[in-house]
């Protein structure tokens, strides 16, 4: 396998349509090739990019009870989500190919036997090969209503030649047993999809570059109320803003230097040239999974992830 030390990432700030998963598709694909025009060679797309975050809404849910109107919008989702492996993924792996970049891509996960929705992150090699999945292990709040949890078996990771690739979704970032998951098998550019375009979710994404000496590529939706069906708008709650995420994609370095963004309150596609050199100078002084543990003091173990995927491809 051929090590790629120098080259370009990206990550796409892009609101996707809700519960529309054809629209969705095509604005990805717009951003998948204006991004292998610009010769980015890793592309990430946001947490739930197809087909859609549905924030604001409770799927006529409170304590106790639920409604038929909450029955048919959670049926409206699962007519939007993607089948893993599916159709969907292999048009995406298809446009993987094409652009010839590696792609990980957020999205909502059905299954089609148990009929449970996850949220969930796709690798695709630039060959157009489905790699692996990530579902969130923990969905935050309110997404519990909507989402299952995942478990061990998908906190993947890949040695490629663009270097060992993992990530977390969204707040799974704030789990130090999660981020250590990655951590461990010595993960060098870390994706984190989110749907936090808060000030304070920048401060993580340099944390965890901080503490991984990896890259880290923070990727969020910038997305409105005009995003959704017009019949749904009226159900989203008057005290929420016309913009729904403000988006804070952010690109940082192993030592915590911001190399692109925080973008906010518009559309775009960010890169940065990264070399993966600069995550040995980083490791010189702390190295959290190397000669800064103590196995001594403290035992660690994660139950049912697999063994890094290697992978081998042409970049």
Known sequence: ??????????????????????????????????????????????????SGYPSGLSFGTVVGSRTEAGRDMYQRYWQSSVEVPGPVTEQLGEMAREAGLFLVMGV????????????TLLYFTPDGELAGKHRKIKPTAGERIVWGEGDGSTLVSFDTPLGRLGGLICWENYMPLARMAMYSQGVEVYVAPTAD??????????????????????????????????????????????VLSRGGSTIISPLGQVLAGPLYDEEGLLTADIDLDEIVRS???????????????????????PPIKKLDFDI
């Open 197 to 242: 375009s808060r000030p304070t979710w920048q401060s993580t994404m340099e944390h965890v570059a901080c503490e991984g000496r990896c890259y880290v590529i923070g990727c969020n939706q910038y997305f409105t109320q005009d995003y959704y069906p017009e019949d749904l708008r009226a159900t989203i709650p008057p005290d929420r803003d016309h």
């Open 283 to 305: 490791k010189f002084d702390f190295d959290v999974n190397g000669h800064y543990t103590r196995p001594d003091i403290f035992t660690y173990e994660v139950k049912d992830q």
């Open 108 to 119: 909502i996960e059905r299954d089609a036997v148990n009929k449970t929705l996850y949220c």
């Open 1 to 50: 396998m051929q090590r790629v030390n120098q080259y370009k990432v990206g990550c796409v700030q892009a609101g996707s349509f809700l519960f529309n998963l054809e629209e969705s598709l095509a604005k990805a694909q717009k951003y998948i090739t204006q991004a292998a025009a610009e010769g980015v060679k890793l592309l990430v797309f946001p947490e739930a990019y197809l």
